[in-house]
């Protein structure tokens, strides 16, 4: 078993993780996590469980807490977990493999770099520091709620900045400045009150030409110590900073090429070659990346090729030129690196002008050059195979070009880049693969603070805004950096107000002198698409969701489903497309922006209001067939036609709809939006078709603020039965999120125009909406007559399921107002009628009401066998609005029942079910319960 701590707590057997434990468990476990192979004590283990305050069971407890604990491991498939946990005389061993352990692998690289380090190889030590560095993913044992373990976990935490102050001097040491800026910059702000850290920032700035931003720093760091802590910085920084501003020039240091010619063996250069050394000068504004640095260095040998693509402008060449300088020593042979120029097609390098470079790079005279391909691979194989280099190809654009260049034994290394993901390399050798993203929030937002001088105070919504529009894309943030470097005077507010008034976002996207912006890099990967999947490309940005899926795309382009996806393909391997999940494609927003520029120079081809119309109606079509299947009655729309093509199948069971409605969740609110704006009848229509899906699931702020805005145009709605139907989902959203009296106000307006288009069925649904919101304001009385309205109009109308729904309701006013008998019968004859039609999440429901009526008699246990065949029934039908509220009231049983523990557990699960459903009030509810009972009760 292998136990991560330097972050979350993740355990790990046979590569597989393991199930989240327990809260309980988890400070057991991290306990002996702190002293592995070693006796701890039962009493040391109760500390830790009860952070010092155990009851008198708490022996008893802790043994239980270890049983459970075996016990799981063992229903996971563990099945060492009993030697894993040795029970002792009176206490507990953890037995383990410290190298299984990463806080011991973490202190093994320190110790690593430190031999390094006496022994005079500093890149050796900062590279082990770096492997070090790499295993922590946040504060160790985070999220483990103990003072015992949290106050251990404050001394381990010290050990990770203490790492990297000893690896950015080190890398300083070597000549690395400018990478050392960069993570500098992030760390100081990480760790504002490390001296250590502030000076060698200041000594990386200064080593760069920066010497004002240095003194800065330092003025910074001495305003953060006094305001505080009320101290000036230390004598080692103070005279940092006086020889800063003496411009003291032994303070420069080596360059990195001046460190690496000090540090390598004397070479007898008398009648030796010279040794190619091609890699490009790093970039000197690299930030992050520090997982693919390490996945690289951890695959070098493994394969014969190293291959890292990505959509253009994410940091291929940044990347590898880092890595490339970090690893150079292991490659004594030489370091070759060709641009193959694959992006371009009319000026892409041929193999044979690929290898004819290696050869003339490795001192081979252009005339003893083979003329034929075939020789020029012999040849190539034949000088390399007993050397140790370093060979990059960068842009790639077809395997043919990558595997003349493989090297033919294990000792030397090709790595490529490319804009395609060189799939079809994997039948021919032996490849280890990395798909480059975006950088994360924190380096992204490094790269744009330090452009700027202001101060990070003052820089919030604007930053966040570039922040989102750039997405983590390297180029993106550097240019707009480059352009706040340019000009001073230019603030992050005015960059972010210039670009979201710019028609064409991609504009803000260049800068003068430089001919590579985000629109040309993507305009060459554009140009090598064929003329279909430039036309889905285009399409794509049509969509106004974040994901797509291969459905919904050839409904937009109006092309057979397996054409669709043949051309998702070619985009997803030119990283146009990322895959998110097993059905849905993400396009990052500049590409989207580039793919709308595309769109609208050839809107006349293109057509995309047609598009956009295909689209909604295959939004139509989908929620038309979940609609169906949720609830078969609701069919006000059963005559407006055909519907579309959805290349889906039908959903057997609701919970199939539900299921796929989920996957479309975050599409469905920029969908309704648009289709607002595009043509306010239609929108009704997927409101209407959509309302009893968000009715078991609960309603997001997106998706409400969305189907308000349909709301707004209700006055451009002239069908009378249209806005009954628009006034009664809208008031059913706003029950949900509890915004009652704005909901009273449509449901009334949609009853009274239901009744008066002779629709008693429609008129029932909007009344008992009225009755459930009068409920929730505490106004029983009028619900009740509300509810009794609804049934006769439900009888009326000879629509079993609101019957069902009204005897629901009703039953439940009766029982506010104390007529418990009266509800009772109501509720039972409800549960016949939906057993007798097969409405599963309308029996769950009375199930659940029946046993709030159980409790108010205080039977907990006739209450929670109802309650807890509800929650089944609601589990299967997708019912989790119902779901949540049955959770509580099995609280509310076990509370009656004595058990405040295992009552505050329902609680928890109750609350977590009120937050996925976006119910603020319900989750307060919960909160609050939860706090009381805590606060009641003794530790467990």
């Known amino acids: 078993m292998r136990f991560l701590v330097l972050g979350h707590l993740d355990i790990r057997a046979s590569e597989r993780q393991l199930p989240p434990l327990r809260p309980r468990h988890a400070r057991f476990l991290t306990r002996l996590l702190l002293s592995p192979n070693a006796f701890v004590s039962i009493g040391a283990l109760a500390e830790a469980l009860w952070d010092g305050a155990p009851p008198a069971s708490a022996e008893r407890q802790v043994q239980n807490v270890a049983s459970q604990l075996r016990q799981a491991w063992v229903g996971a498939g563990v099945t060492e977990a009993n030697e894993v946990i040795r029970t002792g005389r009176a206490g507990y061993t953890l037995a383990v493999d410290l190298e299984h352990i990463d806080l011991h692998v973490f202190r093994g690289l320190v110790a690593q770099a430190s031999n390094h380090t006496k022994t005079g190889d500093p890149h050796e030590a900062a590279g082990k520091l770096r492997q070090a560095l790499a295993l922590w993913r946040a504060h160790a044992f985070a999220g483990i709620d103990s003072q015992v373990i949290q106050g251990n976990a404050v001394l381990i935490n010290e050990e990770r900045p203490a790492a990297w102050e000893e690896c950015m001097r080190l890398e300083l040491q070597v000549g690395l400045h400018g990478r050392a800026v960069t993570e500098l910059a992030a760390l100081v702000a990480e760790f504002p009150f490390r001296e250590q850290l502030a000076g060698l920032f200041m000594t990386a700035l200064y080593r760069t030409g920066q010497q004002t931003a240095a003194l800065q720093t330092y003025q910074q760091a001495r305003a953060r110590l006094n305001d505080e802590l009320g101290i000036d910085p230390g004598p080692a920084l103070q005279e940092l900073h006086k020889r800063i501003l003496q411009s003291d020039p032994t303070l420069l240091g080596p360059t990195a090429e001046e460190a690496i010619t000090v540090a390598a063996p004397p070479v007898n ?68 690196f060709v641009d193959l120029l694959g992006h371009s097609a009319d000026e892409s390098r041929s193999a044979g002008s690929v290898l004819e470079h290696i050869l003339e790079s490795l001192n081979l005279p252009p005339q003893k050059v083979p003329g034929s391909l075939e020789k020029r ?45 060189l799939a079809a390399l994997h039948t021919h050798v032996a490849v280890r693969g990395l798909a480059l993203g975006g950088l994360g929030r924190m380096e992204s937002r490094s790269i744009l603070t330090r452009a700027t001088d202001e101060s990070p105070e003052s820089l919030s919504a604007a930053l966040e805004s570039l922040l989102d529009l750039c997405d983590g894309m390297p180029l993106a943030l550097r240019i707009l950096a ?15 107000a210039d670009l979201s008034r710019d028609g064409a976002p991609l504009d803000g996207f260049t800068i003068d002198g430089d001919t590579r912006s985000v629109r040309s890099v993507l305009a060459n990967t554009y140009a090598t698409l064929s003329a279909d999947d430039a036309r889905l490309f285009r399409l794509l940005a049509i969509h106004p969701g974040r994901r797509v899926r291969a459905e919904s795309a050839a409904a937009i382009a109006a092309v057979p489903l397996s054409a669709a996806r043949r051309s998702l393909t070619n985009l997803i391997a030119l990283h146009l497309l990322t895959k998110t999940g097993d059905h849905y494609l993400a396009m990052h927003d500049l590409v989207r922006s ?79 939006a648009v289709a607002v704006r595009h043509d306010i009848d239609r929108a009704v229509e997927l409101l209407y078709h959509l309302h009893s899906y968000f009715l078991r699931t609960g309603f997001s702020t997106a998706d409400v603020d969305a189907w308000k805005q349909c709301g707004e145009k209700a006055h451009r709605i002239h069908d009378p039965l249209l806005r009954a139907h628009l006034h009664h989902a809208l008031g059913g959203a706003l029950v949900v999120t509890h915004e009652l009296d704005v909901a009273i106000e449509h449901l009334l307006l949609a009853a009274e ?176 319960l939860v706090g009381d009972l805590d606060g009641d009760r003794q530790p467990a």
């Open 269 to 336: 250069t008398k009648h030796s070659p010279p040794i190619p050394s091609q890699i490009p000068p790093a970039d000197g504004s690299f930030t992050g990346r520090q997982e693919e640095l390490t996945l690289l260095s951890q695959h070098c040998g493994e394969a014969q090729v190293l291959a890292v693509a990505g959509v253009a402008g994410m940091g291929k060449t940044s990347l590898v030129v880092q890595w490339a300088h970090q690893v150079r020593n292991n490659f004594p042979d030489g370091h070759i």
């Open 482 to 496: 480059a352009r706040m470097i340019a000009d001073r005077s230019m603030t992050v507010n005015q960059l972010a």
């Open 753 to 928: 125009l239901h009744e008066r288009e002779g629709q008693p069925g429609g008129a029932a649904g909007s009344r008992l909406g009225l009755g459930f919101a009068y409920e929730l304001q505490g106004r029983y009385h009028d619900a009740l007559a509300e509810h009794e309205l609804a049934l006769g109009l439900a009888e009326a109308a000879q629509n079993t399921t609101l019957i069902v729904h009204a005897l629901n309701n009703s039953a439940d006013a009766l029982m506010a107002l104390g007529d418990i008998e009266a509800g009772l019968e109501r509720l039972q004859a409800g549960q016949e009628l939906a057993r007798e039609h097969g409405l599963r999440h309308h029996e769950a429901a009375i199930l659940s009401s029946i046993g709030a009526l159980f409790i108010r008699k205080r039977d907990y246990p006739e209450a929670l066998a109802h309650l807890h065949e509800g929650l089944a029934l609601m589990r299967k039908s997708g019912f989790r609005t119902a779901e949540a509220d049955t959770l509580a009231r099995i609280g509310h049983a076990v509370l009656g029942s004595g058990d405040h523990a295992v009552a505050v557990e329902w609680f928890r699960k109750a609350q977590d079910v009120y937050r996925q459903n976006n119910d603020v009030t319900g989750e307060a509810e919960m909160e609050r």
């Open 377 to 421: 691979i012999a040849l190539y194989r034949s000088i390399v195979a007993d050397k140790k280099l370093l060979i990059i190809l960068d842009n790639v654009g077809t395997i043919d070009q990558v595997l003349p260049a493989v090297p033919p034994s294990g000792r030397s290394q090709l790595v490529v880049t490319s804009r395609n993901n």
């Open 594 to 672: 580039f793919a709308a520029e595309r769109l609208d120079a050839q809107a006349r081809d293109d057509l995309p209001a047609k598009a956009l119309d295909r689209l909604l109606s295959w939004y139509l079509s989908v929620a038309a067939m979940a609609n169906g299947v949720l609830r078969p009655d609701r069919d006000a729309f059963a005559d407006r036609g055909a519907l579309m093509e959805t290349f889906i199948g039908q959903f057997a069971k609701d919970v199939d709809a539900i299921k796929f409605l989920d996957q479309e969740r975050e599409n469905l609110a920029p969908v309704t």
